[in-house]
């Protein structure tokens, strides 16, 4: 299976990760009215499949029993390591600068990128001084 998720599934993944209380198929494509059942329906399933989503109950909906989803506890971590699969994929064909240098330009908001700057900042000093004690 094809761990790579394309735009729709993403923005599934998104919606149900951000919301407040499990959604079903029907309340996706209600937010998102140009979604269809074609193509909820495959994009749950491989979602499912990823372990990045699981069943948080059955509830009625009109006369109907539907499935509610929510993300699964490891969804975070599992995200975490398709991006570094994808991290050291991309390393062996363009350097490590580049590729950070392209995730700040991707962020157009300069606030979020003065924190993340920071942030990267606090982690460098934190592995080099780790890898320092290893010496």
Same mark, same amino acid.
């Given at each position: 299976?094809?761990?790579?998720?394309?735009?729709?599934?993403?923005?599934?993944?998104?919606?149900?990760?951000?919301?407040?209380?499990?959604?079903?198929?029907?309340?996706?494509?209600?937010?998102?009215?140009?979604?269809?059942?074609?193509?909820?329906?495959?994009?749950?399933?491989? &979602?499912?499949?990823?372990? /990045?989503?699981?069943?948080?109950?059955?509830?009625?909906?009109? %006369?109907?029993? +539907?499935?509610?989803? @929510?993300?699964?506890?490891?969804?975070?971590?599992?995200?975490?390591?398709?991006?570094?699969?994808?991290?050291?994929?991309?390393?062996?064909?363009?350097?490590?600068?580049? &590729?950070?240098?392209?995730? /700040?330009?991707?962020?157009?908001?300069?606030?979020?990128?003065? %924190?993340?700057? +920071?942030?990267?900042? @606090?982690?460098?000093?934190?592995?080099?001084?780790?890898?320092?004690?290893?010496?």
């Amino acid at each position: 299976m094809n761990k790579y998720l394309n735009p729709k599934e993403y923005n599934i993944l998104n919606m149900i990760f951000h919301s407040e209380e499990p959604l079903s198929a029907s309340q996706l494509i209600k937010i998102q009215p140009e979604l269809t059942v074609n193509i909820v329906q495959p994009a749950i399933r491989k &979602l499912l499949k990823l372990k /990045l989503i699981e069943v948080a109950d059955i509830s009625i909906d009109g %006369n109907v029993l +539907a499935r509610r989803f @929510q993300s699964t506890a490891d969804a975070p971590d599992i995200i975490e390591k398709m991006f570094m699969d994808d991290y050291l994929r991309f390393k062996r064909l363009i350097s490590g600068q580049s &590729l950070f240098s392209a995730l /700040l330009r991707a962020d157009h908001r300069p606030n979020d990128a003065q %924190n993340e700057i +920071a942030e990267l900042e @606090q982690l460098l000093d934190e592995y080099k001084k780790k890898t320092d004690k290893n010496r």
